[in-house]
T-cell receptor, first 118, second 109 residues
């Protein structure tokens, strides 16, 4: 069964450094997403991406963050100048897209990358 | 904007039935998703309701009332492995998921 994959599973970085989190969405999916989950808190939406551009972003997704689809398979989240409070689990998700209000909206999540900022 | 409310925690016994409620207020609504999240893992899809009523899928069923902004997830014949957080998420035209705060279910032997 196709699945979303993410690398690395755990990333440790120093405060102020840049990190790139990588995701490979399910191959026939058209919509891609990033979420984060700070330990013990709820899953929070960061950004959605469709047709090579951001379709929606949350207040969390400020200038520190950027996303890119550098090739036909990868979808990346870049965090510039990391802060201690960026420590969280980052989930990538993808959905097939299509007719609104159907199961094609179902988002499938990758296993996550745990980011630790020291 | 969106406002989603779920109970924070619930406890039930193995073999029992539990109902996890979710109320929501959203600016746009197509349907409602339920996801399961085990500690330290990613959310996994459980169900999607578009129409009012109950949809049954094995031990798990999900109910939706669009007019009341209300949904519930019904888990029957509880097993220890059902201990997890259950997240409801209104489908906002397939755009961002705003997950509810999640209900942490503990299943006791």
């Amino acid at each position: 069964e196709p699945e979303v994959t993410q690398t690395p599973s755990h990333q440790v970085t120093q405060m102020g450094q840049e990190v790139i989190l990588r995701c490979v969405p399910i191959s026939n999916h058209l919509y891609f997403y990033w979420y984060r989950q700070i330990l013990g808190q709820k899953v929070e939406f960061l950004v959605s991406f469709y047709n090579n551009e951001i379709s929606e972003k949350s207040e969390i997704f400020d200038d520190q963050f950027s996303v890119e689809r550098p090739d036909g398979s990868n979808f990346t989240l870049k965090i510039r100048s990391t802060k201690l409070e960026d420590s969280a689990m980052y989930f990538c998700a993808s959905s097939e897209g299509g007719t609104s209000g159907t199961n094609t909206d179902t988002q499938y999540f990758g296993p996550g990358t745990r980011l630790t900022v020291l | 904007g969106q406002n989603i409310d779920q109970p924070t925690e619930m406890t039930a016994t193995e073999g029992a039935i539990v109902q996890i409620n979710c109320t929501y207020q959203t600016s746009g609504f197509n349907g409602l998703f339920w996801y399961q999240q085990h500690a330290g893992e990613a959310p996994t899809f459980l169900s999607y309701n578009v129409l009012d009523g109950l949809e049954e899928k094995g031990r798990f069923s999900s109910f939706l009332s669009r007019s009341k902004g209300y949904s519930y997830l019904l888990l029957k014949e509880l097993q220890m492995k059902d201990s997890a957080s259950y997240l409801c998420a209104p489908d906002n035209y397939g755009q961002n998921f705003v997950f509810g705060p999640g209900t942490r279910l503990s299943v006791l032997p």
